[in-house]
């Protein structure tokens, strides 16, 4: 019997008698014919314009008062990597790890830190945003589960175990975790008086409440029984349960720690290291005048060319001290308000032209 063959476009569609070739052809609906309703806008020079001069009305003003702010916040930096022969931590500079060095940086604070001063320790050149860094940790150990504690995820190696014990908490994180101490006092009279430095309430709520934990029916009496079976990073001096003699700022919850797990994306970045609150019957939380800084220096920057910083800053409603926002707005506003107007006289000039040509009578 003789086969029957339908043909599309010059070709036979191979298929055999009673069976209908199926079109490539979209369904003819308004979606794929693309027939659905749509706003096609024409631009205008009625509609333009004043698109252009609002976006600069309303963002030059913004961006004004944003840098205004910014401006107004206090903030003092003292580099403290000791690298110059003049620095009061040159003899610290060469430490390495699990050594420790003791420096006093003298300084003078102009005006008053009027609010509660956030006190940063900054590092450049760190790269925490290192692909294989940053996944280098145990967060399900991290969040206190105990099979984790004692058999930590590959991905911390080579920081995974060391001496045949389970590391804890493990990873290259934390290995390299920020341990220089820094202490504030007020200088008066000859006598140096010690500034109380806050050290909870420095990390985010979610990290401290969901996603750090201590091991499940562990508190600060059995803390050291419950890690018994670990042992603490390369780099540290001390196990994770003697971060803090507080009970609620020890082990995996606590703060620094936590700060510091909380991995920076650019390579120069600052870190909260503490708080200094004002108290209700004094002038301010820093007044004006002679202040030491005595670190406890701790942490080897020069094996990767870096340098550390202690930081004093206030903050405001929009956070810390950030200038480039309110540049930012000031130079998008103005830019939109200077081609307004030159699109404006374009448009008065140019606009009702009569381009057609003349008739001749």
Known sequence: M????????????????????????????????????????????????????????IFIPIGIGIFV??????EFEIDYTGIESSSACYKCSNVSWNESCNCIINFTLESAFESTVFMYYGLSNFYQNHRRYVKSRDDSQL????????????????????????????????????NDTLRLYQVKDGAEELISLT?????????KNVKFRNPTNSNATNLAEV?????????????????DKD???????????????????LPTFRKLYGLIEKNDGSYAALAPGNYSLHVEYNYPVLSFDGRKRMILSTISWMGGKNPFLGIAYITVGSICFFLGVVLLIIHHKYGNRNNSADIPN
Not at 5 to 22: Q, R, T
Not at 40 to 53: E, H, K, M, N, R
Not at 227 to 243: A, G, R, S
Request: net charge positive; charged share 20%.
């Open 2 to 57: 003789a086969m029957n063959y339908k043909e599309e476009d010059g070709h036979h569609s191979g298929v055999g008698p009673g069976v209908a070739a199926k079109s490539k052809k979209p369904d003819n609906t308004a979606f794929k014919q693309q027939r659905l309703p749509a706003w096609q806008p024409i631009l205008t020079a009625g509609t333009v314009l004043p698109a252009f001069f609002v976006i600069g009305i």
């Open 69 to 74: 702010t910014s401006n107004n916040i206090r």
């Open 143 to 178: 969040n206190g589960d105990k099979n984790s504690l004692t058999n930590p995820s590959k991905e911390c190696d080579p920081y995974r175990t060391n001496n045949n014990k389970p590391i804890a908490p493990c990873g290259a994180i934390a290995n390299s975790m920020f």
């Open 199 to 207: 050290k909870k309430g420095i990390a985010w709520w979610t990290d």
């Open 227 to 243: 890690f018994k079976d670990t042992t603490q990073p390369i780099n540290w001096k001390y196990p994770v349960f003697e971060l």
């Open 247 to 265: 009970p609620e700022n020890n082990g995996f919850i606590n703060e620094d720690f936590i700060v510091w797990m909380r991995t920076a994306a």
